[in-house]
């Protein structure tokens, strides 16, 4: 294809992806320019076709850095309209619920239940009163580097591009944004940012990222049924002892409730499948009740980061920083990462604004990391550093040694406990016990097709596969021969199948990329990290109502 000149447009800072890290940043830097009198031009692009269409999050949320960063988001009308007022921790058997104390991480007093989806379309909305540009339907497709190798922009995708990756009829080239600093907000498994961490190194010296997949539906239930402010989570059944994961059961406004499940993606049977695993569990006599009556709005599933404190890689490059998920600053035992996600995007924010003010005596001379670790976020993530990698104990060990880190040690203990990549721990399908899972009925559980409509995904068909396979050949020689090919039961959305060919019998993996919902497992969990997730065409994949 001939080399087509792209649009450009000049900003002091990109921010890529509108999620509630991206979006902190530019609200923070437009603050700060008007507080200091000055123009900034800040702009956000988002692969979603709008604002909140691609975020998938619980959520409790915790208000800290809202507090922070708009302090009268009650007048403004900020979406936190239901207080959590009850939790409960219990642990379950196949037929039973046993309550258990909640851990002092899991009290949610003060928080709220939320969709952050919408929490995000309302800060998209400040961040656009205070002179932000957001392009949402835009996808981040390439960094742009100068000549010594500085970060100076992204470029979006081409749009109209076919199949072959010949141009078609509503090709329209891509547009490169050029900044001063860009921040990548892009989230967990970040598309863009995996390629700067490994260009820049900046996983040199910590541990490797670990992960989990979350899969959620969201219920309208019948009134009876319904306790707004009802915070529930479950670990046990379904899962076997040596799995990490459990469930969760929020109650929002107006009958809605959101039910999720997550599993670390360090499980080791190749026959585990997320999916069927959260559809099980809805069945347990414990929960069932809470959904008879009801109807399920949405469904949807995103990956989450939970390395913590021993994973956060250097976050500076020159040229930009990375913030949020994309980085890693979930607290997995309180379950959250929307509050440090906005918080690093605001520290963020302000070390770059003093940056390219010439404040080079003042805060202009720290990097994001530095000014971080002064914040509040490194301590939280400090004292529960070893509560996750505990669960390599097994369920109860990882229990045990979690009061003890929590009521005797207190975060403080004089050792760290380090991770494993998630890619190599999965054992071979020889050696795995086959998993039997029931059939859905329809009324709590369902298959997977039926789920990905609800997800209202969508991807122009003709272009070029978004889901890359480094080494076609692997597919079959090792992903099939040795694991029983995995993706087809990790990938929540189906998109993975082993078929035969017409004839001869072989066996071929087909990639049903238009029901991608976009949660990155198969980036992370391909035993030789052979599938490269890259961005579709921007617009294109879930369109979550409020998840
Ligand atoms: C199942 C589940 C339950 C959770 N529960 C909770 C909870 O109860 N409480 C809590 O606080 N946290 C919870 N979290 C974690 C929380 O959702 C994340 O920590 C938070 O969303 C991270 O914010 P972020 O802005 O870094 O990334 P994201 O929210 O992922 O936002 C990133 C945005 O960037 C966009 N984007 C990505 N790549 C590109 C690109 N190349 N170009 C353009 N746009 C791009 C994405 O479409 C998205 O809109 C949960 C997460 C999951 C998955
Ligand atoms: S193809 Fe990959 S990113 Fe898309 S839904 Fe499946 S596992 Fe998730």
Request: charged letters at 25%; hydrophobic letters at 35%; a negative charge.
């Amino acid at each position: 294809m001939a080399e087509v000149e792209r649009e450009r447009m000049e900003y002091d800072v990109v921010v890529v992806g509108a999620g509630p890290a991206g979006l902190a940043a530019a609200i923070r830097l437009k603050q700060l320019a008007t507080a200091a009198g000055t123009e900034l031009g800040v702009c956000v692009i988002e692969k979603g076709s709008e604002v909140g269409a691609h975020i998938l999050s619980g959520a409790v949320f915790e208000p800290r850095a809202l507090n922070e960063l708009l302090p009268d988001w009650r007048e403004r009308g900020a979406p936190l309209n239901t207080p959590a007022v009850e939790d409960r921790f219990l642990y379950l058997t196949a037929n039973r619920a046993l309550r258990l104390p909640t851990p002092p991480q899991m009290h949610n007093h003060g928080n709220y239940i939320i969709s952050l989806g919408n929490l995000c379309r309302w800060l998209a909305k400040e961040a656009e009163e205070l002179g932000v540009e957001i392009y949402p339907g835009f996808a981040g497709a390439e960094v742009l580097y100068d000549e010594d190798g500085r970060v100076r922009g992204v470029a979006t995708g081409d749009m109209g591009i076919g199949r072959d990756g010949e141009p078609t009829e509503r090709y329209t080239p891509g547009v490169e944004l050029i900044a001063h600093e860009t921040i990548f907000a892009e989230g967990c498994r970040g598309s863009l940012t995996k390629t700067l961490i490994e260009r820049f190194g900046l996983r040199e010296g910590t541990d490797p990222q670990t992960y989990a997949i979350g899969v959620k539906e969201l219920w309208e239930v019948a009134p009876e049924h319904h306790q707004p402010g009802l915070v529930v989570h479950t670990i046990g059944w379904p899962l076997d002892k040596g799995t990490y994961g459990g469930s969760f059961l929020y109650h929002l406004e107006d009958r809605q409730v959101a039910v999720g499940f997550v599993i670390g993606l360090d499980y080791k049977n190749p026959f585990l499948s997320p999916f069927e695993e959260f559809q099980r569990f809805k069945t347990h006599p414990a929960i069932r009740d809470f959904f008879a009556g009801g109807r399920r709005i949405s469904y949807g599933a995103r990956a989450l980061n939970e390395g913590g404190f021993q994973s956060i890689p250097r976050l500076d490059f020159p040229g930009g920083a990375l913030v949020g998920c994309a980085a890693g600053f979930i607290n997995v035992p309180k379950i959250k990462g929307s509050h440090t996600a906005m918080k690093s995007g605001m520290v963020a924010a302000e070390t770059v604004f003093a940056r390219l003010s010439g404040d080079a005596g003042g805060d202009g001379g720290a990097t994001v990391r530095e000014a971080l670790q002064r914040s509040w976020i490194w301590d939280e993530l400090y004292r529960v550093r070893n509560i996750r990698p505990s669960f390599r104990l097994g369920l109860w060990g990882g229990l045990l040694y979690s009061a003890l880190d929590t009521y005797v040690l207190r975060g403080r203990a004089p050792w760290t406990m380090h991770h494993h990549p998630d890619h190599t721990q999965l054992i071979p399908a020889s050696a795995a016990p086959r998993i039997q899972y029931p059939r859905p009925d329809g009324q709590i559980s369902f298959d997977r097709l039926s789920s990905v409509f609800i997800s209202n995904t969508n991807h122009e068909e003709d272009q070029p596969p978004h889901l890359r396979l480094r080494d076609p050949a692997k597919a079959i020689a090792i992903n099939y021969r040795l694991y029983d090919s995995p993706e087809q039961r990790y990938c929540p959305a189906g998109v993975y199948e082993i078929v035969e060919e017409a004839g001869t019998g072989e066996k071929r993996l087909q990639i049903n990329a238009q029901n991608c919902v976009h949660c990155k497992t198969c980036d992370i969990k391909d035993p030789e990290q052979n599938i490269d997730w890259v961005v579709p065409e921007g617009g294109g994949g879930p369109n979550y109502p409020n998840m």
